[in-house]
């Protein structure tokens, strides 16, 4: 079982940044891959980032590649997700998810756990 809090969600300006975390309680955090995903009004829930266990190898969505950083600390069990240059289209609610194994790993079928969601909302 895991467990995932995320926090740092918030109102900002296009053009401004902010930075998720994603707290994870449970003995085998770094085996486990990390996801984010979003979900927007009336739209369905899609990929953001993936970072794997050990190697800690990156997966972007094309749409924030080159904007968006994801990480992780394996001794804090926690996951971040650098948000830079945000546009309106990125307003959602995002998800931090938690993959037991590296398959699926950009969809929602791949995740076993999920944290509850922050809003992110980013104002023209």
């Known amino acids: 079982q895991v467990q995932l809090v995320e926090s740092g969600g918030g109102l900002v300006q296009a053009g401004g940044s902010l930075s998720l975390s994603c707290a994870a309680a449970g003995r085998t955090f770094s085996s486990y891959t990390m996801g984010w995903f979003r979900q927007a009004p009336g739209k369905e829930r899609e990929f953001v980032a993936a970072i794997s266990g050990k190697s800690g190898r990156t997966y972007y969505t094309d749409s924030v590649k080159g904007r968006f950083t994801i990480s992780r600390d394996n001794a804090k069990n926690t996951v971040y997700l650098q948000m830079n240059s945000l546009k309106p289209d990125d307003t959602a609610v995002y998800y931090c998810?938690?993959?037991?194994?590296?398959?699926?790993?950009?969809?929602?079928?791949?995740?076993?756990?999920w944290g509850q969601g922050t809003q992110v909302t980013v104002s023209s």
């Open positions: 998810a938690a993959n037991p194994a590296f398959r699926y790993y950009t969809e929602i079928r791949g995740y076993a756990y």
